[in-house]
């Protein structure tokens, strides 16, 4: 067998210590959600459609001549579940992403997702912070801002109000004339907000503008503009957990995957049939949330990269 091109490491990254507190982190998740009457479920690795989350890029392989993908969440077969009326469930579940390398962020991930139907996004957040309480004993103090108030107060713009030269001044050199809107704000979020979030106590993040809702819900914001019921979670600068109220109307849903999927150079990407059919069928109101386990295991350990909390991370996987 060759091995030509592959690294010749073969002993694990993690010390035995962290995989043991990680492992013990785990055991603390599933006490947390049997104590609450929420089904444990394993979800498929390969999915007949894309997952097209906004800014996310899946692997695509060919599998009997057919295009099968990694998913980048368990959301789909979730979702399918608690469309048959399977819930409250939830899954700590491999996760792919491509071109996600770094300090935060791995090609290959677990990704812990739960739904609750009948709850909405206020209620969610809070048993994510119990969560959070349960396995990393951070507490669940926490302040509240909004997209637009996190701009204001840390890159002291108005986000809505700004042209896009005033967001070109905040951002620097790392700013071109490429970008558009969208991706200033991006850009401007990632290097002037996020770091201030999360410092000596959790943030949220809510109230996030109509044209960023993903699959959440549209609702009136404290400001009278349409806002996505949404929320994250950060802690220390890393957004640890993002939730949304689901949003349930199967023709809206498909209009903004449309959206996702004309805006992809792939053409390898396709819509997940059966994850339309099972949102044709009705998703009852509810609300999930997916949250990076393997960031929260490296803040609760007091490590500097996600690669450090698992074994075989991907350059040695």
């Given at each position: 067998?060759?091995?030509?091109?592959?690294?010749?490491?073969?002993?694990?990254?993690?010390?035995?210590?962290?995989?043991?507190?990680?492992?013990?982190?785990?055991d603390?998740?599933?006490?947390?959600?049997?104590?609450r009457?929420?089904?444990?479920?394993?979800?498929?690795?390969?999915?007949?459609?894309?997952?097209?989350?906004?800014g996310?890029?899946?692997?695509?392989?060919?599998?009997?001549?057919?295009?099968?993908?990694?998913?980048?969440?368990?959301?789909?077969?979730?979702?399918?579940?608690?469309?048959?009326?399977?819930g409250?469930?939830?899954?700590?579940?491999?996760?792919?992403?491509?071109?996600?390398?770094?300090?935060?962020?791995?090609?290959?991930?677990?990704?812990?997702?739960?739904?609750?139907?009948?709850?909405g996004d206020?209620?969610?957040?809070?048993e994510?912070?119990?969560l959070?309480?349960a396995?990393?004993?951070?507490?669940?103090?926490?302040e509240?801002?909004?997209?637009?108030?996190?701009?204001?107060?840390?890159?002291?713009?108005?986000?809505?109000?700004?042209?896009d030269a005033?967001?070109?001044?905040?951002?620097?050199?790392?700013?071109?004339?490429?970008?558009?809107?969208?991706?200033?704000?991006?850009?401007?979020?990632?290097?002037?907000?996020?770091?201030?979030?999360g410092?000596?106590?959790?943030?949220?993040i809510?109230?996030?503008?109509?044209?960023?809702?993903?699959?959440?819900?549209?609702?009136?914001?404290?400001?009278?503009?349409?806002?996505?019921?949404?929320?994250?979670i950060?802690?220390?600068?890393?957004?640890?957990?993002?939730?949304?109220?689901?949003?349930?109307?199967?023709?809206e849903?498909?209009?903004?995957?449309?959206?996702?999927?004309?805006?992809?150079?792939?053409?390898s990407?396709?819509?997940?049939?059966?994850?339309?059919?099972?949102?044709s069928a009705?998703?009852?109101?509810?609300?999930?949330?997916?949250?990076?386990?393997?960031?929260v295991?490296?803040?609760?350990?007091?490590?500097?990269?996600?690669?450090e909390t698992?074994?075989?991370?991907?350059?040695?996987?």
């Open positions: 067998m060759s091995t030509h091109g592959a690294s010749s490491e073969w002993r694990p990254r993690a010390t035995f210590e962290t995989l043991r507190r990680r492992a013990a982190m785990v603390a998740t599933r006490r947390f959600f049997a104590a009457g929420v089904l444990e479920v394993d979800t498929p690795v390969l999915q007949g459609g894309a997952n097209l989350d906004p996310v890029t899946p692997f695509t392989l060919q599998v009997d001549r057919t295009a099968r993908f990694l998913p980048t969440s368990p959301e789909h077969p979730l979702k399918r579940l608690v469309a048959a009326g399977r409250p469930l939830w899954t700590l579940a491999p996760a792919f992403r491509r071109d996600e390398r770094g300090a935060r962020h791995q090609p290959e991930f677990r990704m812990l997702e739960w739904y609750r139907p009948g709850w206020a209620q969610l957040l809070g994510v912070l119990e959070f309480d396995i990393a004993a951070w507490g669940t103090a926490h509240i801002l909004s997209w637009r108030d996190a701009f204001v107060k840390h890159a002291r713009l108005d986000p809505i109000t700004a042209d005033a967001l070109r001044s905040a951002i620097g050199e790392a700013a071109t004339a490429a970008h558009d809107r969208g991706e200033l704000l991006d850009l401007l979020l990632a290097t002037r907000v996020e770091p201030h979030l410092r000596g106590t959790l943030t949220v809510n109230d996030y503008p109509a044209e960023r809702a993903a699959q959440a819900r549209v609702r009136r914001g404290a400001d009278g503009r349409d806002c996505a019921a949404r929320f994250e950060y802690r220390d600068g890393v957004e640890l957990a993002n939730g949304y109220w689901e949003l349930t109307d199967a023709a849903l498909g209009h903004r995957l449309d959206a996702q999927l004309a805006q992809r150079a792939d053409a990407l396709a819509r997940d049939p059966r994850f339309d059919a099972a949102m009705g998703l009852p109101a509810c609300s999930g949330v997916a949250v990076g386990f393997d960031r295991v490296m803040l609760a350990l007091g490590l500097a990269t996600v690669a698992m074994a075989f991370p991907w350059d040695i996987a």
